[in-house]
């Protein structure tokens, strides 16, 4: 595992053994089930209206008010496309540890309201990069976007991405990698202080 090769801590246990983990992803895999049948029921509906319509007038209000509706789920389902689902993440956390590790994270230009993750060897380079959809709490809890993630997975795949204490869950993707020379400058005080925060007690300190 790259993470203990660049002595950066790994949970005891399994992600899923992480308080908080296993309920947040049961919330989010239930209320994408509701969109899904929401969607689904909709389109139902304005299929019997188009094929049976009372009358037009009926039909045009109808499609007035629910249109953001629909507009909304499919905007949703076509927008969650080629992202880990729920039931991926739990795999993901039933079956592996969490890693801590040092990230650089950026807007990401080429998705929409998608983030690039960077993540930090120690000698500052960017050992791996993912695109994920990074929660805006999450988000705006970094400073200059800087901070220690969790990581649950094998880095050249998919993987389960947290807070440190998994507030915060969601997934990532791999982007393709890159492999970069060592940087021979000093470390800034902030990639430093990173480093040292995923080297020394990451878990200990929220599980205890």
């Known amino acids: 595992m790259l993470a203990e090769e660049y002595g950066y801590q790994v949970?005891?246990?399994?992600a899923a053994d992480i308080p908080g983990v296993m309920d947040i992803l049961r919330s989010s895999q239930r209320r994408s089930r509701q969109r899904r049948v929401s969607g689904v029921v909709v389109l139902a509906c304005f299929g019997a209206l188009w094929v049976f319509p009372a009358t037009h007038l009926i039909l045009f209000a109808v499609a007035f008010l629910f249109s953001p509706i629909v507009i909304t789920v499919l905007w949703v389902m076509i927008n969650d496309a080629g992202w880990p689902n729920t039931t991926e993440l739990m795999r993901l956390a039933q079956q592996?540890?969490?890693q801590a590790w040092p990230c650089q994270i950026e807007e990401d230009r080429k998705g929409w309201n998608s983030k690039r993750i960077q993540l930090l060897a120690p000698d500052g380079s960017v050992a791996r990069e993912f695109r994920t959809k990074m929660p805006d709490r999450a988000w705006q809890g970094m400073t200059d976007g800087r901070g220690v993630l969790w990581i649950a997975g094998d880095l050249r795949f998919s993987c389960l991405v947290a807070v440190p204490g998994a507030?915060?869950?969601?997934?990532?993707?791999?982007?393709?990698?890159?492999?970069?020379p060592s940087r021979s400058s000093r470390l800034n005080a902030v990639e430093d202080e990173l480093i040292r925060a995923a080297t020394q007690e990451a878990f200990r300190g929220w599980l205890f």
């Open 96 to 98: 592996h540890p969490f």
């Open 11 to 14: 949970s005891a246990g399994r």
């Open 167 to 180: 507030g915060n869950v969601w997934g990532s993707r791999p982007m393709p990698h890159a492999p970069q």
